[in-house]
């Protein structure tokens, strides 16, 4: 039998990946935040959405979703 060749996926990889995830989710909220509040730039609701964590995504999206998370029964790392 041949092998399958599976490709591995490197960490930096999954990195990007859940970095442009996290983007994704940022951006969603952005938009929905700036159609509730008109006159507000992208730019300044995003800062104000990452501001607790402003150095890592990942960090970010345990800050902003956090509480979603939670209410789903999981548990976030303190």
Known sequence: M???HQRL???KERIEELRAEIDGIIDTRV???ASENPG???GV???LLT???PSCRCAQYIEL???EVETLGV???D
């Open 40 to 42: 507000v730039p992208d």
């Open 75 to 77: 548990k976030t790392a």
């Open 45 to 47: 609701i995003r800062n």
């Open 9 to 11: 996926t490197t960490i």
């Open 2 to 4: 041949a092998a399958k």
């Open 65 to 67: 979703c956090g509480a």
């Open 51 to 53: 501001a607790r964590a």
């Open 31 to 33: 938009v929905r935040i």
